[in-house]
Nanobody, 125 residues
Framework: QVQLVDSGGGSVQAGGSLQLSCIAS????????MTWFRQAPGKEREGVAT???????RYAESVKGRFTIAKDSAKNTLYLQMNSLKPEDTATYYC???????????????????WGQGTQVTVSS
């Protein structure tokens, strides 16, 4: 079991920045994929960025060059630094975790069993 608590959301103007955090507890020594997802009203949950236990990262095309995923293993904390925010980034953001079983971490929501409670990000134009 892995417990996740995410935080750091808020309201910013377009072009602004926010940093999300996700504190993990439980079986954090597992070889985990840690991923940020987001879900806007009326839309499906989509993967934003993922990082595996070796530090390899992948990003959705829509956020490449603007968002950075990182982790501090000593603090069991996952981060998402979001820069140059756009109104279309408005969503509830969730951190998620799952054991890595393939060659890399996938960003498909149905593969993940452990979820944070979500934190709201609102970007105004």
């Amino acid at each position: 079991q892995v417990q996740l608590v995410d935080s750091g959301g808020g309201s910013v103007q377009a072009g602004g920045s926010l940093q999300l955090s996700c504190i993990a507890s439980g079986y954090t020594s597992e070889r985990l994929c840690m991923t940020w997802f987001r879900q806007a009203p009326g839309k499906e949950r989509e993967g934003v960025a993922t990082i595996d236990f070796d530090g390899m990262t992948r990003y959705a095309e829509s956020v490449k060059g603007r968002f950075t995923i990182a982790k501090d293993s000593a603090k069991n904390t996952l981060y998402l630094q979001m820069n140059s925010l756009k109104p279309e980034d408005t969503a509830t953001y969730y951190c998620a975790a799952e054991k890595k079983t393939g060659g890399y971490c996938y960003m498909d929501a149905y593969l993940y069993n452990y979820w944070g409670q979500g934190t709201q990000v609102t970007v105004s134009s």
